[in-house]
């Protein structure tokens, strides 16, 4: 799949300064259709020749109510690299808060509440980091409207405390749809519309 998409030059030009920073965070926003997705997935193929590692977590509207639901997802496949002993040893010490969220046994066992913890949001950070190993990160969420209010407040948490090692945060939204987005997240100049493509551009 090619990474050039038609009538998106802007948008990609504003995710490539954004890969090229290492630091902050982008909201891809349109109608439903309008090539949220596509770009994100563009995003995600750009950051990996950029040599980041990327982790992707698709929100739904049936799992509004799992608590830090996409957060799983989002660790899930770094995680899924480790042997049992690996991840025991480093989910232990500074990121041990993140061990009652992250391990089979503890999936979503008392989550709910804790979204505005400090120590787990750090704990996560530092965990998405270690597990980063020397590459810059990419989280990417599609549908963050649909994301379950934990998460939110997490993927919030990284915006506001930027770490201090590279990490980028990209989502999708549809406008009118599902939770809003917190407005720290929405502040310009990270927002990037979608609209509709151009004459030439269906021509093309």
Do not use: C, N
């Not at 050039?4 to 349109?30: N, W």
Request: hydrophobic share 45%; glycine share 8%.
């Amino acid at each position: 799949m090619p990474d050039h998409l038609i009538g998106r030059d802007e948008q990609m030009a504003r995710v490539t300064a954004t890969l090229e920073a290492g630091d902050g965070h982008l909201v891809i926003e349109g109608e439903s259709g309008a090539g949220k997705t596509a770009l994100l997935r563009a995003t995600s193929r750009l950051a990996g020749q950029r040599g980041y590692r990327m982790t992707w977590a698709q929100a739904h509207r049936t799992e509004q109510s799992f608590p830090f639901g996409v957060v799983w997802q989002l660790f899930d496949p770094l995680l899924a690299t480790l042997d049992e002993q690996d991840r025991h040893e480093l989910m232990s010490g500074a990121v041990a808060a993140a061990a009652r969220l992250l391990t089979p046994d503890q999936m979503g066992a008392e989550a709910a509440g804790d979204d505005a913890d400090p120590a787990l949001h750090h704990a996560l950070r530092e965990l998405a980091i270690l597990l980063a190993g020397p590459q810059p990160l990419l989280l990417a969420v599609d549908d963050a409207h649909w994301a379950d209010p934990e998460s939110m407040s997490w993927l919030t948490f990284l915006v506001r405390e930027p770490a201090r090692d590279p990490l980028v945060v990209v989502v999708t939204r549809t406008p009118g749809t599902g939770r809003p987005l917190p407005d720290v997240l929405l502040r310009t100049p990270v927002t990037v519309p979608l609209p509709g493509l151009g004459a030439d551009d269906i021509a093309a």
